[in-house]
């Protein structure tokens, strides 16, 4: 055996480590990012329900809060028609 077999030998098992498809660490990383990408995902879908749940409470609540300001202003209207206010 020649040292320059042992170098490529070894050169070659380096890189399959590195690259290989089954259990490299290229693969490695990608399966990390991966599952990065589908947990930010899920935190994502999440906080966009809370989002919309919020954003119904306070449509609700806007809703409630024109109709007091309109009977509001009506009883002001029947007020002043009551006490001859202009």
Do not use: W
Request: glycine share 4%; charged share 30%; with cysteine.
């Amino acid at each position: 055996m020649r040292v320059t077999d042992g170098i490529a030998h070894a050169a070659e098992e380096s890189l399959n480590a590195i690259t290989n498809l089954a259990d490299g660490r290229i693969k490695t990383k990608e399966d990390s990012i991966q599952q990065r990408i589908e947990d930010l995902d899920a935190i994502i879908s999440g906080r966009e329900v809370a989002i919309t749940r919020r954003e119904k409470q306070i449509q609700r609540q806007f809703i409630a809060m024109e109709e007091a300001m309109a009977r509001f202003q009506n009883q002001a209207s029947f007020l002043s028609s009551q006490l001859g206010c202009k």
